[in-house]
């Protein structure tokens, strides 16, 4: 057979399965089916290798070529289009056809010649007719509809950066830019600029169905969640009153579904029509280990044509469609929106550089939407060294999984790192002195003045580590259940009820989690982020501490945190393992199999990687593993797998991979189709077909999320050492370089500030005045000095300030233990102009300036105040510690008013109490 004859055989076979009748023009009936595909149809211009007739009218040509030629296909569109405007004999229509394909069936090019300046683009697989000829119904085309403009964006309820996106993104589809990337940092909003996008072209554009994937249902539930709350600004009603959204469950694509959610290991599984373990949504894709030749085998599904959906957002898109899935974004003829807080090198590379917004994390602090951090470090001895449990030592051994312990001795000195704590060994001294001196820090250092405990979410290694950290931490803090749960995916409770509580209510104030809100998930009170977990991923590293970084509004944080005396300004990340400093990847390793764990080996033939490595490594570790077990174990192994030894299982999955066992496979598999083979006229896809076949009944058994289970706890290494013999001890604790540095700015910018505007806000004119000039600093020149420095770009509060100078300059600092009042922006102020060298509360200063006055103005008159002017006094005192002054109106605060009020003063001290007013005024503050 000629290359250019089985170009067309294969042609031929993907029509039939798009749903096209082929038909030789000699044999040509329009009336066989909705559409008919007619070869070599007679043309003025020639024969054209296909004609397509959709409803009786011919709609489209198809322009085949040998597979030799695929890279060359856009050089045949001169061809093509000849032949879309030539006369058809016997048939009338209006020329030009519209539908125009460049085949050599391994590749297929598509133009639709009513779009604005028309250009091809390559389709996975041929349209069926009834999309033709709905298509040709339409007035215009999509393309053409969104060229065209749409209404001009309300802009009520949405940030600058939501209308820069919503506008970047319609005017890239206007140029018809295939792909397009939105940057926006973490708390921007980027879901609900996605769903007004989303809202606007299926309302003004005519979009029949959206794709918004994601790569975990988690994240499927926030966004479903998302469209739902959404009312649009034109119309009153909820986005799911006006479209029908699904949120994709099963196999099945509800044709009246206007918005389809789904995570692309559903779709993948939807596509290839291969069963996927529910738990399999839970995962991450960022977690499992991929290697470059892992490649899903997605082929044409006649129940989700490749037309199925007109544009797909791709939510957190840095993660889950390079390398292992993005087959599953090629299946789809739709335009493809990504949405990111951390892009990378790939991720530009694949939306072709097209970024349509950019709102970065800085500009998301600067401008007040997001808050900054800092960083904390925490190092232990074993942490950093390891440790070792010598031989005939009676310790606890714990299974993984069931935690069951048993009490016995070491057969051998049992060395380890800090890389192998809380997976082959726990050291609970190791865990417990992180959690003390976290609590230490916090309480008497980063959040000094809070009553109680910062939300603080903990990142575990595995869902026993967070086990272990819960006990911990509740036993550390001497609290019960409620103040520390786990939330992930294999907790008891529900996950979703625990995070609802831990985000809006009191409790918990601690929450530990493997990976379940590890990206993408909103928590916005939380403070303190602890990783007790190393994360070598650079973009999941960002995703992870992008939990902390949402900002909240004071009456919001004051409802889960009672003692919190302002908004949101920062939040605290604590490296206990050296996360900060570990090497970081733009994207996942493309490691080799040796290093992929067996349960990472499992997980991915379980959802369908079916490439060599993956199945020859599963094969070697279950033959490695054949030769370790027991006789108990072995049993429970063939009693998950219905029988089958797990050496079995291993020689089956390399039986698969037979070449030889492959071609007759193949050959046979032809015999049954009545179609006649030899081994040199197999075709690639026939090969491909039987190996496929080979490799999935031998990883059928691994579906079973038993058997998967039973061969992880049978390992030698499923206990785990509790190593108590070896103590642990703090060897640092504070604040990381970068911390520091970026406290040295913070001061910075404040004397800046000072020195720019000090002839423009009163409070800081006040200081520069000279003694005999000043006059009264009111509490209103303090408050318009605060709402200055706390708006953005400076976002410097007093806390801030002080937490800052304490870092930088804690030698002359005191009081960073204490709860920060307004006030003490003039001590702030007094220190960084140099007129005080100790910076203190402006309280204590009050306090001390009052005993010298006292002393003085005692000393002067000759006879000392009463008992109960002094009592007065010190009422005067510390309202002006409070608010910076004293006046007549102020005596009728509750702490003069108890005591008789202004009357009462004047009946203490007669018609001295104005000048005693204004005296306390002048020394006091000044």
């Not at 575990?460 to 509740?474: G, L, N, P």
């Not at 604040?735 to 409070?763: L, M």
Request: net charge neutral; hydrophobic share 40%; aromatic share 8%.
């Amino acid at each position: 057979m000629s290359p250019e004859a089985k170009a067309r055989q294969q042609i031929d076979e993907k029509l039939i399965h798009a749903g096209w009748a082929v038909q030789d023009v000699r044999n040509l009936n329009l009336g066989a089916a909705l559409g008919v595909a007619v070869r070599e149809y007679p043309t003025d211009s020639g024969p054209a290798d296909y004609v397509l007739f959709a409803k009786r009218t011919a709609v489209g040509v198809i322009e085949a070529k040998r597979d030799e030629a695929g890279e060359n296909l856009t050089a045949t569109e001169v061809q093509t289009a000849r032949y879309a405007n030539a006369t058809l004999k016997w048939c009338l229509h209006t020329a030009p056809l519209p539908f125009l394909f460049e085949s050599t069936a391994q590749i297929t090019r598509f133009t639709d010649g009513r779009d604005p300046l028309p250009r091809s683009r390559e389709v996975f697989h041929f349209f069926r007719p009834e999309q033709l000829a709905h298509w040709l119904e339409q007035p215009d085309t999509l393309r053409r509809r969104l060229a065209a403009n749409l209404p001009p964006l309300p802009m009520q309820n949405l940030r600058d950066c939501q209308v820069s996106a919503v506008t970047g993104l319609e005017a890239s589809l206007a140029r018809n830019r295939p792909r397009a990337l939105v940057h926006m940092a973490t708390g921007a909003g980027k879901t609900f600029t996605a769903v007004t996008s989303v809202y606007r072209l299926l309302k003004f554009a005519g979009a029949k169905r959206v794709l918004f994937l994601v790569d975990t249902r988690n994240l499927g539930k926030q966004a479903h969640q998302e469209f739902m709350a959404y009312t649009p600004p034109d119309d009153g009603r909820k986005f799911t009153e006006l479209y029908n959204i699904q949120r994709l469950t099963s196999s099945h694509i509800d044709p009246q579904a206007q918005v389809c959610i789904s995570t692309i290991q559903r779709l993948y599984s939807l596509l290839s029509g291969e069963a996927i373990d529910d738990s399999a949504e839970d995962t991450s894709l960022n977690e499992l280990q991929q290697t470059a030749q892992q490649a899903k085998l997605v082929r044409y599904n006649a129940a989700v044509p490749v037309e199925s959906f007109d544009f797909i957002i791709i939510d957190e898109c840095h993660r889950s469609i390079y390398n292992l899935w993005k087959q599953v974004l090629d299946y789809f003829d739709a335009f493809l929106i990504g949405l990111t807080a951390t892009p990378d090198k790939r991720t530009f590379g694949f939306f072709n550089e097209n970024i349509v917004a950019e709102y970065t994390y800085e500009q998301s602090v600067a401008d007040g939407v997001n808050v900054g951090y800092d960083v904390y470090v925490i190092e232990t001895e074993i942490t950093a060294k390891g440790a070792e449990v010598k031989a005939r030592e009676w310790v606890d051994h714990r299974d993984r999984q069931t935690r069951k312990k048993r009490w016995a001795e070491t057969e051998e000195d049992k060395p380890y790192t800090g890389r192998d704590l809380d997976r082959s060994v726990v050291n609970p001294s190791q865990i417990r002195q992180v959690v003390q001196a976290m609590k230490s820090a916090v309480e008497g250092q980063i959040f000094a003045t809070r009553q109680e405990t910062p939300k603080t979410l903990i990142f575990a290694k595995t869902d026993s580590h967070a086990d272990d950290i819960i006990q911990i931490v509740r036993e550390a803090y001497g609290q019960g259940n409620a103040f520390c749960k786990k939330i992930t995916y294999k907790a008891e409770e529900d996950p979703d009820t625990t995070l609802a509580s831990f985000r809006n209510d009191y409790h918990p104030r601690m929450a530990v989690t493997v990976d379940m809100i590890a990206t993408g998930t909103d928590v916005k009170p939380l403070e303190v982020l602890l990783f007790l977990r190393d994360v070598r991923s650079r973009s999941y590293y960002e995703q992870m501490k992008g939990r902390g970084v949402r900002g909240l509004s004071y009456d919001d944080m004051r409802r889960v945190s009672n003692s919190a005396d302002s908004a949101k300004t920062r939040f605290v990340l604590i490296d206990a393992v050296g996360v900060e400093k570990s090497c970081k990847t733009d994207s996942r390793p493309l490691e080799k199999k040796p290093g992929v764990p067996l349960k990472d080996l499992l997980q991915g033939v379980a959802i369908g990687h079916r490439d060599d490595d993956t199945v020859l490594s599963l094969a070697n570790r279950l033959l490695r593993l054949a030769k370790q077990l027991d006789d108990k174990a072995r049993a429970r192994v063939e009693k998950a797998s219905g029988g089958i030894p797990v050496g079995e299982l291993g020689k089956a999955l390399i039986s698969a991979l037979n070449p030889d066992a492959i071609v007759d496979a193949a050959l046979a598999s032809a015999r049954a189709r009545g179609v006649t083979r030899s081994e040199e006229t197999l075709t690639a896809d026939e090969i491909a077909a039987a190996r496929a076949a080979r490799v999935a009944a031998a990883c059928a058994p691994f579906d079973k999320p038993e058997l998967r289970e039973a061969i992880q706890s049978a390992r030698r290494e499923r206990e785990q050492l509790i190593d108590h013999i070896n103590l642990d001890q703090v060897t640092f604790s504070g604040y990381s370089a970068q911390a520091e540095a970026q406290a040295g700015k913070t001061v910075h910018t404040f004397a800046e500030f000072i020195e720019q505007h000090k002839d423009e806000i009163a409070a800081l004119a006040f200081f520069y005045q000279q003694p005999y000039q000043r006059r009264a600093l009111t509490f209103e020149m303090i408050e318009e000095l605060h709402e200055q420095l706390s708006r953005p770009p400076l976002m410097l509060t007093a806390e801030r300030l002080w937490s800052a100078y304490a870092r930088v300059q804690a030698a002359q600092v005191r009081g960073a233990d204490h709860k920060r009042q307004l006030t003490d922006l003039v001590a702030l102020v007094r220190f960084a102009i140099g007129l005080d060298a100790e910076l203190k509360p402006f309280s204590e200063q009050v306090d001390k300036r009052f005993q010298e006055w006292i002393f003085r103005h005692n000393a002067q008159r000759g006879t000392a105040f009463t008992p109960e002017q002094t009592e007065w006094l010190r009422l005067m005192k510390d309202h002006i510690a409070s608010s910076c002054s004293i006046a007549r109106s102020d005596f009728d605060y509750a702490e003069f008013a108890d005591k008789g009020g202004l009357q009462k003063a004047w009946a203490v001290f007669g018609s001295q109490i104005d000048g005693l007013m204004d005296e306390m005024n002048r020394e006091l503050v000044a």
